[in-house]
């Protein structure tokens, strides 16, 4: 039976989180929590790629120089799924702003900064669905059952 509440999801560890060595890091924390990737890989971002990924924010100050760090080295661009995944993850991604995200969270712990704040994680499940097609192509995402899935979901309540 499949769970209606299962969803993707996409991040991105942007080049301070490379840069800084911190990729098992904050990956571990997503597998620990019980959301599982279906989708990795290494990429060198271009500007088309980066002009349609942050579409919505063209023409605005923070446009180029947001392309610009993006593109500084190769990033790990992933796909995770488990129930509710977008909000779950953004939960443990925490607020955008680095400097009043709560410890714990990803950039609470790794980020004083609005703009270099380590993560990207899909905004909602609209957002998701774009981003995935932008960066994978069906054939490089898996499907696959983890033998410890039903110790992270209560199944007696369809969780």
Not at 57 to 70: N, R, V
């Amino acid at each position: 039976m499949i769970n209606t509440k299962t969803e993707k999801t996409l991040i991105i560890l942007k080049p301070d989180a490379m840069q800084r060595g911190l990729m098992g890091e904050i990956l571990s924390r997503f597998e620990r929590k019980g959301v599982k990737f279906v989708g990795l890989k290494l990429v060198k971002l271009s500007d088309v790629l980066l002009d349609k990924h942050y579409a919505q924010h063209k023409g605005k100050h923070f446009f180029e120089p947001t392309k610009q760090y993006m593109k500084m080295m190769p990033v790990v661009v992933a796909i995770l799924e488990g129930m509710e995944a977008v909000r779950v993850v953004r939960s443990i991604c925490g607020p955008t702003d680095g400097k009043n995200a709560p410890a714990g969270t990803i950039r609470g712990d790794f980020s004083m900064s609005i703009a270099r704040n380590i993560i990207h994680s899909s905004e909602d499940l609209k957002s998701a669905q774009r981003e995935i097609k932008l960066y994978f192509k069906p054939s490089e995402l898996f499907e696959y059952e983890r033998p410890n899935e039903a110790f992270h979901h209560d199944t007696d309540r369809g969780e």
